[in-house]
């Protein structure tokens, strides 16, 4: 599995410029290790065999960026209380979080998962 992102990358991305609670790196490490998996996963839609190696992520600049912000999200999702963001739209609706959190960054995963035909 590639390592898209860290979580002191998360943890940087999301404003935490302290050193982090054992608590805080433990779910951004958990929230590092469930994006770059997901990334793997929509990169890689159908197995081959034998399995292609992993992709550098240094090589995918975008990609990396994508697996920052989606970190982010992963990390910032316990803040919100039963899926609620604090926010509401024009109409006064409360605005939820997405179901997936790679869902803000899928069309950018989407250019890299080519799928071949022959």
Do not use: N
């Not at 490490?29 to 793997?40: E, K, T, Y």
């Not at 034998?50 to 992963?74: H, M």
């Amino acid at each position: 599995m590639a390592s898209w992102v860290t979580g002191d990358q998360i943890l940087g991305a999301v404003g935490v410029t302290l050193p982090a609670d054992a608590e805080s790196k433990a779910w951004a490490d958990a929230c590092a290790a469930a994006v770059s998996a997901g990334i793997d996963a929509r990169l890689v839609a159908l197995p081959v065999d034998p399995p292609a190696p992993p992709l550098d992520p240094g090589a995918y600049p975008e990609l990396t960026f994508a697996a920052t912000v989606a970190g982010a999200e992963a990390y910032k999702r316990r803040e919100a209380v039963y899926g609620l963001t604090g926010y509401v739209d024009l109409e006064g609706a409360a605005i939820r979080v997405a179901r997936d959190y790679l869902e803000g960054v899928a069309p950018i995963i989407a250019r890299y998962a080519t799928f071949g035909i022959a």
